[in-house]
Structure formats: structure tokens, C-alpha cells
């Protein structure tokens, strides 16, 4: 990863915000200087070694830290770990997902994990034992000092109290139970050797392993250049797989969808669900285990693209859509592929298909879902049928942006249009559907014909024919089928799968877009839009297609290339450039404008963190009250009241930070993540 | 931020002059044909008006999010491997406002608040600036309501938990012992140390559970009175409470003066992050820490004479007395 001043800095503050200053400096240390050793760092910071190997310790527990020991000299060199301390600012989200996905007791297994850093599978359990057989001791204390425990219990309804309702983790067959599924969905992972070389390390490692194996001699010719790719790849691929030892072995002891299905058809019949825990084999205690941050990524990708797909399509589709995803990328290891390791995966696709049959999607989908809301419909006879069923079994050739942009924006002149669908759709329902009448429109959204539009309440209100439950659903999915912004490819008759790639470059330029219109306005929009469709153009040229007033469109592109939307390029026409003579070009460089958006969210980011501290130098005499033991659970009690309005002002303002930060953070996945 | 600048007052004035007129082409500018119209001869200003864009106000599921950020926040600050930010003097930081009164006194630093700081030698001289010599007079001197305070810690306690000691490079093995010694740190015979892997060390749950907001707040926290008392240096859970506060008295006095210059309500919490058979006589990590630096967090020292102000409160059930003796210390 690249990591620029911004991010370096964002690092070192959000470290410093969880795990102290200590750690903090050596990280920001290790980030400026590169890798280092222990008599380095403690040259480089003025502090003793005693402090660096503390603050070393507290790194590496957190999984903050690569590190290389010298097999000759027995000097470690340390390196940071610049993703997963940004990784930090996504762990509300990634608890909230969880949450969702696996019930509160698996959040808070990984909340502890995330706590404590890498941990000994054994000592987690004796962890949540001690913390279990507390709990049964207050509760049994509790029961004497009832009234007590009921004002406690009755203030504290929503939060999970230890007191009465007893800790979320039931008991230790629980926490195995949990933590089977966790490894199961590849979200924990084992720690193992290789785990904490940097992955400049590790290719090196397997390089010179491939090199002394297969080629003692060297690699010469093409052919052996293409075989020592792909045995590197192999041998990246072998060290990845080892973090999924523990997976293997489950699917070993007992095949995990066999077993989690049998778990599942128990968990509908004994309420209690603690039969289900038996069933999981117990895991190797001696393991050493961590959350896997990539495979959270995917699942966080999975939420954006359903968000996505609400905001073009609504609820039900987006909703067949999760399902889609959330089956499609069961066994995604991560958002992006490797370039180095994944060479020749194709192969293993070969045999593991990447797909989904509508069946499968049919048979996860709950029954409470009307399938029915969200479809437009239209008379047969304006469907066509070959066009809108069909099979498009490769992924579509690689663009670059601007090629693509001018492939697509063939009728962009009024691409405003398509943004609003829902209106679109419902005035076509009012026109009867006849797609002949805004033909233009129709060529840009639907591929041809409205097969299937969507409708907004204009379609559902009309009398839905009757459809069973299967084609209500290729219905849905025809409709993400042939979206411009390529949701789901429709690659075998009934099998669906999704180019992430080509989804996600829309989804980016979604998000540009959404800045543009938000800093320019939606004439600036407009403007980078037909920059986008047409390449570079004249500046001459531009009021003439642009249908703008030559002085207001001059102001607005300057605004926008100051914003660095657009840019000029300057043509002279002969050797002696005059200015008067060159000619100017304009243009819009998507790619160029992402990494600027990516620049300035970290630079925010960074900022927020800023003004948190600034605050807190503000408002440090109260705070300093806060965090007495006397005074911290009653602050309303025990402080007097300005001094407690200060404080409540102040936790406010935190939270808004916080949250704004988390909003940039969604930007930044989107643009540099997913 | 684009607002500006797009009047371009004052066109054509710069030009030179001949035979008393500006070099200007005739009806090149707008007075020249309009005689009519108002010119706008006024500076443009320098700080236009501006609409400062307001985000939207938070939806549930992302005050969700922040409240499981907070709480694990507060779990992170609350373990035994975070080392409170404590000296960073220069500027407004987590540091001045969490530390202790002793270092938030403007230390004899040559760096002013938010100086800019020119090459690394200056930035480090940023930090460890806490020191006997650097103590604020005014609120140095010991007060009742320090008893409060969280003693800062600078060195994480990495002896009171297990590690994976295999995935750490050979080197980092003894400071995950605790028996990390420097000749700086060496320097006191009388030194007790953690014995390594004495009794089976337990990775301590934190028993926060609740992020408390703003309107919260004057809510306890559920947690029993019986539950073993936990440092008050270190425990945040449910430190407020009366009924803690007043075992954390009581345990205290048991101990008499006991307690070496550790700080005063130390000791117990061994109980909550390991359970080993060492309970009593291991040393404080904070003054482990104190060590090297000049001693910052001992200051209470034993001339305070705690039991003058315990005696007598421990059986009582407001706690509101020494509440409010502590109010007037802020």
C-alpha cells in the first residue's frame, strides 16, 4: 500500500487514540523510516530500548507489525503494517456486520479478539470461562440483593448486562460453537510463520525456495519465465493457505455446509439452540488466531453494493441482490486479486465455477420476501426476449475509462434523466409503454424494449399478473442484468455472476460523480460528463456542445480545475507557442480525480482527529474531572452543572467527528479497497 | 473555497498612460459605452460569506457504528497494553488533557504550544518532558481528590497476560516476561519482579459493556458490589461507584501504608488481569516506568496521610462528603 503523509499521520492518530502514544510514536517512526531495528528506533526517537521494545511488543500483539529476523545476525527488523492500522477506524463497522450476520454473542468473540490481538485459542477459552463463571457468581449474589440488581438491570434494558441476563457467551462448547463459524466464514484466521514477514519478505522466501527447487540453473527463455510465474504463484498461493489451516480441518472433520444445514434445521426446532454446539468439533487449542481483515472487507463490500443497488433499484431487488452476493462470494478470500499470486487461478475457477444458479439463490431467499414489489411489467409483445435473456458467458473486455465512458455515453446529452429512473419509470407507465416514444431514454437503460422496468408505485399499482416465485425472481435479476452500472452478468442459461471490477469502476465514478454535482454543482456535473463522453476538447469547441454561454462555462471549468475535476492541456500550434495561437484542451481524467478524492478523504480524516484533540486541549479541565474514579458513571451527580454541559457538548462534538470519519472511510474503501 | 475571485475588479487600470488617458481601447470597457452603469469600485471582501456545508445529521445505523467504535475504545484504553499519552507538551493533545494534573502544568519547555517543529531531534524533545523539575506548583501539591485520578501509565503491563510467544522475534521474549531490564532501569536492588510464567496467566475480558453517551451518563453501570475491586488507577467500568469507592477505602486501609511509592490504590488489580499465585508482592508496572523517567506519578509520596480522611467515612453510606471535597479541586 502507498502510504502518503496524510495516511502516515492518520496512522500514528488512530493508534495513538487505541493503544497509546507509545506505540504510536514507534509506528510513526517505523512508517517515516522505513524498516528498523531496535537500537535504530532508539536512536531515531530518543527513547530508551526498553520503551521501543514495550511499544514493539504492544505493536506486534495488535497485528500492527511485519518483522524479519536475520537468520545470521539474530537482529530483527521491523516493518509497519500500514492497512491494518488504518483498519482500526473500521471496527465499529466490522462489529456492527457481524453483529448482523452472526448474532451478538459472535461480536463480542470478536470484539475480545480484536482487543487482545492475536491470542492462543486456549487462552481466549479461559478467558470467557473466568468471565462466565464471574458472571454466575454475581448472579447468585445478585439474587440475594435483589433490589439492587433489579435497579441495575432495569436502567441497563438495552445493553447487554452482565448481571442478570448472564454474558453473551453462554458457555465454553458456545464459544467453540462460535468461533467454528467465524473460521468457517474465513473471517478468523490462524496465525502461522510466514504470517509477520512483510510480503516483500515473503516473496522473496518463495522465490529463492522456487529458484533453489526448479531452476538451480536459472530461468532462461520464455517459456521458463512463464513456469517460474506460475510456481511462484503457486508457492504465494501455499503460504496464503496456511492461515486456513484451521478451515480445512473443519471441512475435514465433518463437511461444514452438510453439518451447519443439519445445525440450522435443529436450531428451527429446539429453541434453546444448545444442541448445536455438540456438533462442532473442538479446535485445537494450541492455535494462535486473529481476525482476518481481508474477508471483512468483502462481506463490507458486499453492504456497499446492496446500498448500491438500493439507490438504483429499491428494496427487493437489492435484496435478491445481497443473497446473490453473499452466496457468490461465500469463498472470496479477498476484494482484489493478487497480480503476483493469483496468475493462474483461472485454472482453479475452472473447477470451482464462480457462479450462482437461480435455484440456489431461490432457495436461500426467505419466504417472507413478496418478490412480487419492485417489477415493473410490460406486454409481452414489446419484450424482447432474446435481448433481454441473454447469455453473456465472458466478462466484457477491459477499458480503459474514457473509452468506455464514449461507448456508453452515446446518449449522454441528457444523462440527467437516468439518474432519476423512478420518474422515468413512472411516466412511461403513464405513456402506456411505448417504447418507440423516448426510444433515446430506453437505449441508454434498458438494453431494449422495457422488458422490465422498474416501476415505483406507478407498477405496483396496476393489477400484477400473476407470476410464480422463480420468474418473479429472474425477473429481479434480469433487471440487475442489464444495468448500465453491470450489477450481475448473466453468464450460463440460469447461472449468474458479478465482474466486480467493472461494477466497482462504477460504482467510483458514482461516487465522483456524486462529488462534482455536490462541489460544482449539477451544471459542472454536466459538463465533466460530456468532457467523459467526448475525450479531450477544444475550448473553442466546448460552448458549441455544452449549448452554454461562453463566460459562465470559462468560470465553471475554472472552478472545476481548481477543484481538479478537469484539466487543460495546452497545444501550441507552431515552434514559437504563442499563447493566442495554442490551442486548449480540455479534459477529465477519472482516474487521475480518484486519487485526488482518496488525497484529500485521508487529509480529512486526518483533520477530524485534529480537531478531536484540539477539543480536548479545550476542554481538558473537565475531562480531567471525568476521568477521576469518583466522579466517572455519575458525572451528572457529582460535577457541577456547566461543567457537565461542557461535557456532554463535548461528547457530542466527538461522536459527530467520529462519524464523519467513518463516512470518509466509505469513500475511502470504495476508492482504494474494494 | 470558489467563491472568490471571480469579479476581476479593476480591469484595464494598470495600463500605461498616454497623453494623460489610459492606454485602453476605446469601448473595450463597459463604461466607456454604458454611461449609466454603477461600478463596483468597493475591495472585494476578505472573507466572503460562506456557506459552511453541514453534514447531515447521524442516521442509526451509523450512531450504531460509532458507539461500537467508542466502546471498543474504551476497552482498548482500558487494557493493560495501553500506555496513556502523558507527555506531549507542545500541543493540544490526548496527552495534556488526559494526564494527570502534574502534567498538564505548562512544563519549563521552550516549545511553545503548537511551535512548529524543525527536524526529528525537535519532535522528540516534544515528549518525556515530565519530570520532578517540571511539576506545576500550583497543582502539585497533594489533594484529596487525586486519590481520584487515574495514574497515567507510560509502559505497557505486558507481564500480566498471556502472548504467543513463538510469532514474537526472540528478542521482544523477556520483555514479554516483564523482566525487560535496561542498566537504567537496573539501577534498584531492591527491584521486585514479576517471576516469569509464576502460576497461569488469564487474558483478561474487559467487563465494559456500555458506551455511555451523553445522556446516559448519570446512569451506573451494572455492575455488583461484590464484585473483587479493581484498581482505580486502571478500572473504568464502574469506578464512580459509591459502593466501589467505598471498598476501594476500606480495602486501602487494610492495607495500611503498605504500599511503596507505587501509587495509592494499587494492588488489587492483579486480581482482574491475572490470576497467578503472585498476588501481593509484584511491583507496580507503573513505577516500573517511573524508573527511567524522572518520577512523574509518585508524587503523593508518603507525606499524605490518607487514613486522616478515611477514618471514620468508611462506613458510611454517602459518599457525598468526599464528593464534594473533591469538587473543589477541579
Known amino acids: ?89 473500521r471496527t465499529g463497522k466490522i462489529l456492527e456486520m457481524v453483529e448482523t450476520s452472526f448474532g451478538a454473542p459472535a461480536k463480542d468473540v470478536v470484539q475480545s479478539l480484536l482487543l487482545s490481538g492475536q491470542t492462543r485459542i486456549s487462552d481466549l477459552v479461559a478467558a470467557y470461562k473466568e468471565k462466565i463463571d464471574h458472571a454466575t457468581k454475581e448472579a447468585a449474589a445478585n439474587g440475594e440483593e435483589a433490589d439492587w440488581a433489579a435497579e441495575t438491570n432495569g436502567i441497563n434494558g438495552d445493553a447487554p448486562s452482565t448481571n442478570k441476563a448472564g454474558p453473551v457467551v453462554k458457555s465454553t462448547a458456545h464459544l467453540n460453537s462460535i468461533l467454528c463459524r467465524l473460521v468457517e466464514a474465513e473471517l478468523i484466521e490462524v496465525v502461522h510463520s510466514t504470517t509477520f514477514e512483510s510480503p516483500q519478505d515473503v516473496q522473496k522466501i518463495v522465490e ?233 431514454a430506453n437505449g441508454v437503460n434498458g438494453t431494449n424494449g422495457a422488458r422490465v422496468k422498474f416501476a415505483g408505485a406507478g407498477g405496483a399499482a396496476k393489477e400484477p399478473r400473476r407470476l410464480d416465485r422463480p420468474t418473479q425472481l429472474r425477473q429481479h435479476l434480469l433487471l440487475l442484468c442489464e444495468s448500465t452500472q453491470h450489477f450481475v452478468r448473466h453468464c450460463g442459461p440460469d447461472e449468474w455472476t458479478v465482474d466486480f471490477p467493472a461494477l466497482l469502476r462504477s460504482l467510483r465514478e458514482t461516487e465522483l ?89 485521508y487529509t480529512t480524516m486526518v483533520h477530524c482527529m485534529q480537531v478531536l484533540e484540539a477539543l480536548r486541549y479545550k476542554e481538558r479541565d473537565v475531562l480531567e474531572t471525568t476521568k477521576r474514579t469518583d466522579v466517572r458513571g455519575r458525572e451528572k451527580d457529582a460535577m457541577r452543572k456547566e461543567y457537565y454541559e461542557r461535557y456532554s457538548r463535548y461528547l457530542d462534538c466527538e461522536r459527530k467527528l467520529f462519524a464523519q470519519m467513518m463516512r470518509l472511510d466509505d469513500l475511502v474503501s470504495v476508492l482504494r479497497d474494494f | 473555497m470558489s467563491g472568490r475571485g471571480g469579479r476581476g475588479g479593476g480591469r484595464g487600470r494598470g495600463g500605461p498612460m498616454v497623453n494623460g488617458r489610459r492606454a485602453v481601447a476605446q469601448n473595450s470597457v463597459p463604461w466607456a459605452t454604458d454611461a449609466e452603469i454603477l461600478l463596483d469600485g468597493k475591495p472585494s471582501e476578505l472573507f466572503p460569506p460562506y456557506d459552511v456545508p453541514r453534514p447531515p445529521p447521524l442516521t442509526r445505523k451509523e450512531d450504531k457504528l460509532v458507539s461500537y467504535f467508542l466502546l471498543f475504545r474504551e476497552q482498548c484504553q482500558d487494557g493493560p497494553l495501553y500506555t496513556q499519552a502523558r507527555s506531549r507538551l507542545s500541543q493540544p493533545s490526548p496527552s495534556a488533557a488526559a494526564a494527570g494534573p502534574s502534567s498538564s502544568s505548562s512544563a519549563a519547555s521552550s516549545l511553545a504550544p503548537g511551535a512548529r517543529a524543525y527536524g ?7 515528549y518525556g518532558l515530565v519530570s520532578k523539575a517540571t511539576l506545576d506548583a500550583f497543582t502539585a501539591v497533594p489533594t484529596y481528590s487525586q486519590r481520584f485520578t487515574r495514574a497515567p501509565r507510560a509502559l505497557p503491563d505486558l507481564a500480566s497476560r498471556p502472548f504467543a510467544k513463538e510469532f514474537f522475534p526472540p528478542e521482544l521474549h523477556a520483555t514479554l516476561d516483564g523482566d525487560d531490564d535496561d542498566a537504567a532501569a537496573g539501577g534498584r536492588p531492591g ?3 514479576r517471576l516469569a510464567g509464576a502460576g497461569a496467566k488469564t487474558l483478561g475480558l474487559s467487563s465494559i459493556t456500555s458506551y455511555k453517551t451523553a445522556e446516559e451518563l448519570f446512569f451506573r453501570d451494572g455492575l455488583a458490589p461484590d464484585q473483587p475491586p479493581r484498581q482505580g488507577g486502571r478500572a473504568k467500568a464502574a469506578d464512580g461507584e459509591l459502593d466501589k469507592a467505598l471498598q476501594l477505602m476500606s480495602t486501602l486501609e487494610k492495607r495500611g501504608e503498605g504500599d511503596d511509592d507505587a501509587g495509592f490504590l494499587s494492588g488489587e488489580d492483579d486480581e482482574d488481569w491475572v490470576r497467578g499465585g503472585h498476588g501481593g508482592d509484584d511491583d507496580e508496572d507503573g513505577a516500573a516506568a517511573a524508573d527511567e523517567d524522572d518520577q512523574y506519578e509518585d508524587e503523593s509520596g508518603d507525606d499524605y496521610n490518607a487514613e486522616a480522611y478515611f477514618d471514620g467515612n468508611q462506613d458510611d453510606d454517602d459518599f457525598d462528603d468526599g464528593g464534594d471535597d473533591g469538587g473543589d479541586y477541579f
Not at chain 1, 507509545?22 to 531515531?44: C, D, E, H, N, W
Not at chain 1, 456535473?525 to 479531450?536: E, H, Q, V
Not at chain 1, 480518484?594 to 484529500?600: I, T, V
Open chain 2, 191 to 193: 527491584k521486585r519482579r
Open chain 1, 513 to 601: 460523480d456524486t462529488v462534482i454535482e455536490r462541489k460544482c454543482g449539477r451544471q459542472g456535473l454536466r459538463l465533466a460528463r460530456i468532457l467523459r463522453s467526448k475525450g479531450k476538447l477544444e475550448e473553442k469547441a466546448l460552448p458549441n456542445v455544452a449549448l452554454m454561454r461562453k463566460p459562465e462555462l470559462q468560470q465553471k471549468m475554472l472552478e472545476m480545475q481548481s477543484a481538479g475535476f478537469v484539466w487543460v492541456q495546452e497545444v501550441p500550434r507552431d515552434l514559437k507557442a504563442d499563447v493566442k495561437k495554442s490551442f486548449f484542451l480540455w479534459f477529465c481524467d477519472v482516474e487521475r480525480s480518484l486519487g485526488q478524492m482518496l488525497a484529500n478523504s
Open chain 1, 208 to 440: 529463492k525456495e522456487v529458484m533453489d527447487k526448479f531452476f538451480p540453473a536459472g530461468v532462461k527463455g520464455n517459456k521458463a519465465k512463464i513456469e517460474f510465474q506460475e510456481k511462484m504463484a503457486e508457492g504465494l498461493r501455499k503460504v496464503r493457505a496456511e492461515s486456513k489451516s484451521l478451515k480445512r480441518k473443519l471441512e475435514q472433520q465433518g463437511s461444514g455446509i452438510k453439518r451447519r444445514k443439519l445445525m440450522e434445521n435443529l436450531a428451527m426446532a429446539v429453541t434453546n439452540g444448545n444442541h448445536e454446539e455438540d456438533l462442532d468439533p473442538v479446535l485445537d487449542p494450541r492455535q494462535v488466531i486473529r481476525i482476518n481483515y481481508e474477508k471483512c472487507l468483502v462481506d463490507l463490500r458486499n453492504r456497499r453494493l446492496v446500498q448500491f443497488a438500493t439507490d438504483m433499484y429499491g428494496e427487493t431487488t437489492a435484496y435478491v441482490y445481497g443473497v446473490l452476493l453473499k452466496l457468490l462470494t461465500k469463498d472470496l478470500p479477498r476484494c482484489r486479486q493478487d497480480p503476483l499470486a493469483d496468475v493462474s487461478e483461472d485454472k482453479h475457477d475452472a473447477e470451482k465455477p464462480f457462479l450462482v444458479t437461480t435455484d440456489l439463490i431461490l432457495d436461500n431467499l426467505k419466504t417472507s420476501v413478496d418478490l412480487s414489489l419492485g417489477i415493473g411489467k410490460a406486454e409481452r409483445r414489446q419484450v424482447s426476449r432474446s435481448v433481454a435473456e441473454r447469455v453473456e458467458p465472458y466478462p466484457p473486455a477491459r477499458r480503459t475509462f474514457l473509452d468506455e465512458a464514449e461507448v456508453e455515453g452515446e446518449a449522454s446529452a441528457d444523462e440527467d434523466e437516468e439518474d432519476d429512473e423512478s420518474s422515468e419509470g413512472s411516466e412511461e407507465d403513464e405513456e402506456d409503454y411505448k417504447p418507440v416514444a423516448n426510444g433515446e
Open chain 1, 1 to 89: 500500500m502507498l502510504v502518503t503523509k496524510p495516511l502516515a499521520e492518520l496512522c500514528a492518530l488512530l493508534i495513538d487514540e487505541l493503544h497509546g502514544e507509545l506505540p504510536s510514536r514507534i509506528f510513526a517512526m517505523l512508517l517515516t523510516k522505513g524498516r528498523s531495528t531496535v537500537p535504530q528506533l532508539a536512536q531515531y526517537t530518543s527513547m530508551t530500548p526498553r520503551q521501543i521494545r514495550h511499544g514493539l511488543a504492544v505493536l506486534h500483539q495488535h497485528n500492527l507489525l511485519y518483522y524479519h529476523v536475520d537468520a545470521s545476525s539474530d537482529l530483527a527488523f521491523y516493518e509497519a503494517n500500514p492497512e491494518n492500522a488504518y483498519n482500526l477506524i
Open chain 2, 120 to 126: 526529528q531531534d525537535q519532535i522528540n524533545q516534544r
